[in-house]
């Protein structure tokens, strides 16, 4: 009875073996498939294609808030109330030293820098216009503004570069007009006024 046993066993044995070598093979080729199925991400990559970026500045730690109107072709309109706008994005709105401030370490650290960015992620053809607002003032002086317009594709060219200054709460002034063709090719820049910003 004994030896009727141990066979027994010693027939089992080797179907064990290979019923887990098996059930093995089926574990690495799924973990395989796994890992071809699901790519590692990207971290850090955005990849927003852009044809111009509208980039307007103003002295750095000025407490005063200056605003970006960008209008397109079709009478689209992007500003802090409405920052996507037919194919245009305002990025940031930067409101002078408000919300200018983070706690590091326990620490606060105030941003100095004061820029608004526009992209224009694809384009119509015909007018752009580009106005800055003096929209709200916390020392009453008037603030210097720097306007820059970069056509990004096939290569970065800035293609307007510019300085004016808003004298007081409320003003509004146009940086720059510019018409772009069909094939996305500068036709024209000027500075001539127009008013687009919407006043309640």
Known sequence: MAVLRKRRFDELDPFSDLLFNTLLAFVLLFAVALIAMNPKAKTGVIDAKAEFIITVTWPDLDPND????????????????AREAGMMHLDRDDRGLTNDTIVINGQQVVNPLNQEVVTIRGFAPGEY???????????????????????????????????????????????VRFSVDRLGAITGVNTLAKKIVERP
Do not use: C, I, M
Not at 66 to 81: H, M, S, Y
């Open 129 to 175: 216009t580009v106005n800055v607002h003096y929209y709200d003032t916390k020392n009453g002086q008037p603030v210097n503004v720097a306007v820059s317009v970069v056509k990004v594709n096939p290569r970065a060219e800035v293609f307007y570069y510019g300085n004016l200054t808003l004298p007081r709460k409320g003003d509004e002034a146009t940086a």
């Open 66 to 81: 200056v605003d970006t109107w960008v209008q397109d072709p079709g009478g689209n309109l992007v500003w802090f109330r």
